[in-house]
């Protein structure tokens, strides 16, 4: 993929992520491709920092991988005995107590966690490997444009372990539970076809229109009134905890707040 986001002096630039805006559209770069963008806990503070350093313009941000794949999943020396210098190893967080293990884990899951606040829709524009930690983070976004080379996989129960980066509940959301159960359960690849038809991608393209594509889609979403968007998405995610009526009801005032915002009335 091309570096749409070199041309613009980065907000911030640090331990594999790049954060830059261009006005209303903000671009993070998971940077080290040599290692297709493995993830570690310094990466996740990272990602965390570049939600935090959004600008408020900010309505559409997109989420790629330099190289030739999105992000392979953890960093294997995660794994290994001594861990990655300066973090936790395996071991000794799970000897933490269950506040300590709680608090660590939540940190984690910072990274992942505020790609679908209510104020901007993200893309994650995703080619080649996307495994794990790879996977969840594809899943933070609100929509994801992909390659035809892409192959997730949700490696984490082969590992002995669980998905535990938030993933669980927007892959539920997007393919129901038995395939999720077996997308999770087996590790299997789930490529760009499976990914467009059972609804865990928006669009498949060929990797050299990936950038395109997504530059297109991010066009499309500025092109609408920002304050319909944020009320539009917060509608459509809070539409899975209630119930028909109280969707009727969430809708007539979100359209009250609309109304009188277009007639100049509003608070």
Same mark, same amino acid.
């Given at each position: 993929?091309?570096? %749409?986001?070199? &041309?613009?002096?980065?907000?911030?630039?640090?331990?594999?992520?790049?954060?830059? #805006?261009?006005?209303?559209?903000?671009?993070?770069?998971?940077?080290?491709?040599?290692?297709?963008?493995?993830?570690?806990?310094?990466?996740?503070?990272?990602?965390? &920092?570049?939600?935090?350093?959004?600008? =408020?313009?900010?309505?559409?941000?997109?989420? !790629?991988?330099?190289?030739?794949?999105?992000?392979?999943?953890?960093?294997?020396?995660?794994?290994?005995?001594?861990?990655?210098?300066?973090? %936790?190893?395996?071991?000794?967080?799970? !000897?933490?107590?269950?506040?300590?293990?709680?608090?660590?884990?939540? $940190?984690?899951?910072?990274?992942?966690?505020?790609?679908?606040?209510?104020?901007i829709v993200s893309i994650a524009a995703v080619?080649?490997?996307?495994? =794990?930690?790879?996977?969840?983070?594809?899943? +933070?976004?609100?929509?994801r444009v992909v390659a035809d080379d892409v192959?997730?996989?949700? !490696?984490?129960?082969?590992?002995?372990?669980?998905?535990?980066?938030?993933?669980?509940?927007?892959? #539920?959301?997007?393919?129901?539970?038995?395939?999720?159960?077996?997308?999770?359960?087996?590790?299997?690849?789930?490529?760009?076809?499976?990914?467009?038809?059972?609804?865990? +991608?928006?669009?498949?393209? %060929?990797?050299?229109?990936?950038?395109?594509?997504?530059?297109?889609?991010?066009?499309?979403?500025?092109?609408?009134?920002?304050?319909?968007?944020?009320?539009?998405?917060?509608?459509?995610?809070?539409?899975?905890?209630?119930?028909? &009526? $109280?969707?009727?009801?969430?809708?007539?005032?979100?359209? +009250?707040?609309?109304?009188?915002?277009?007639? =100049?009335? =509003?608070?």
């Open positions: 993929m091309a570096s %749409p986001d070199q &041309e613009f002096v980065p907000v911030l630039d640090k331990d594999g992520v790049r954060l830059t #805006v261009d006005d209303a559209l903000a671009t993070v770069t998971l940077t080290n491709p040599a290692k297709r963008n493995a993830q570690s806990p310094a990466l996740w503070r990272a990602l965390a &920092e570049a939600g935090r350093s959004l600008p =408020g313009s900010v309505r559409v941000v997109v989420l !790629r991988g330099e190289g030739q794949s999105f992000s392979a999943g953890l960093d294997r020396q995660m794994f290994s005995p001594e861990g990655i210098p300066g973090e %936790p190893t395996f071991i000794e967080l799970a !000897r933490r107590d269950d506040a300590g293990l709680d608090a660590a884990i939540a $940190e984690y899951q910072e990274a992942f966690t505020w790609w679908r606040q209510s104020d080619q080649g490997h996307a495994i =794990g930690a790879g996977f969840q983070l594809a899943l +933070a976004c609100d929509l192959q997730f996989a949700m !490696r984490e129960t082969s590992l002995g372990l669980v998905p535990d980066l938030t993933g669980t509940h927007p892959l #539920v959301s997007l393919v129901g539970y038995a395939r999720a159960l077996e997308i999770c359960a087996t590790g299997r690849f789930v490529q760009a076809e499976e990914a467009v038809t059972s609804g865990l +991608a928006n669009l498949a393209v %060929p990797g050299a229109e990936l950038d395109a594509a997504v530059r297109d889609l991010a066009a499309a979403l500025l092109a609408a009134p920002r304050d319909a968007v944020v009320e539009t998405k917060a509608l459509l995610r809070g539409a899975g905890g209630r119930t028909y &009526e $109280e969707q009727r009801a969430a809708e007539r005032q979100a359209q +009250a707040r609309r109304l009188r915002d277009l007639a =100049g009335v =509003g608070e």
